[in-house]
Nanobody
């Protein structure tokens, strides 16, 4: 069982930056970030495995950076050049086993955080 706690969300002007953190209670070999707006499906935006392989959604590529501090069991999402369409609840996700194929698919993950809200004002 892995417990995940996200923090770092907030409100920012368009073009600004935020860094999200996700503290995990244990080590996970595959972690990711998802986001969801009201009435929409949860969207995978970035995933990283224990080999350091990374995949991004096209919507965030070049603006967001996922990273992981294994010593601290903490996952990060650096978000730059934020846009109003990035406004969403952001969720951290973890999988108990290794993910060799990086699919931005919520069904790949079995542990979820409670979410942190990111609001980008135009």
């Amino acid at each position: 069982q892995v417990q995940l706690v996200e923090y770092g969300g907030g409100s920012v002007q368009a073009g600004g930056s935020l860094r999200l953190s996700c503290a995990a209670s244990g080590y996970s070999r595959c972690m990711g970030w998802f986001r969801q707006t009201l009435g929409e499906e949860r969207e995978g935006i970035a995933i990283i495995n224990s080999s350091g392989s990374i995949r991004y959604a096209d919507s965030v590529k070049g603006r967001f950076t996922i990273s992981k501090d294994n010593a601290k069991n903490t996952l990060y999402l650096q978000m730059n050049n934020l846009k109003p369409e990035d406004t969403a609840m952001y969720y951290c996700a973890a999988r108990s086993t290794y993910c060799s194929i990086l699919r931005l698919d919520r069904d790949l993950f079995n542990y979820w955080g409670q979410g942190t809200q990111v609001t980008v004002d135009s």
